[in-house]
């Protein structure tokens, strides 16, 4: 089992930079898959980009593609996702999660996921 904390959520000016960092506990999460999500108000949760066990592979939703960066270190159990070039639309609360690690395609929808941090508050005034 994988207990995940989410931080470094704030308050940033549009064009601004974020870094979110994801602490997990557990001997196994180098064997996990770990993703972003994120959730503004009155919506559904939304993909934001994925990272393979390894750290081989990443896969991001088009809205973030270029501004944003997953990342993970296997040594010290976290999972970061760098955010630049920061937009109004991209304040909600973001999540990461851990999922199946040993799967044929990029994991991009909420129910693949296994387990979930409690979430950080972005937000990016204009």
């Known amino acids: 089992q994988v207990q995940l904390v989410d931080s470094g959520g704030g308050l940033v000016q549009a064009g601004g930079s974020l870094r979110l960092s994801c602490a997990a506990s557990?001997?196994?999460?180098?064997?996990?898959?770990m993703g972003w999500f994120r959730q503004a108000p009155g919506k559904e949760r939304e993909f934001v980009a994925t990272i393979s066990w390894s750290a081989g592979s990443t896969y991001y939703a088009d809205s973030v593609k270029g501004r944003f960066t997953i990342s993970r270190n296997n040594a010290k159990n976290t999972v970061d996702l760098q955010m630049s070039s920061l937009k109004p639309e991209d304040t909600a609360v973001y999540y990461c999660a851990a999922g199946p690690g040993v799967v044929p395609t990029p994991l991009s929808h909420p129910w693949e996921y296994d387990y979930w941090g409690q979430g950080t508050q972005v937000t990016v005034s204009s």
């Open positions: 557990g001997r196994t999460f180098s064997s996990y898959a």
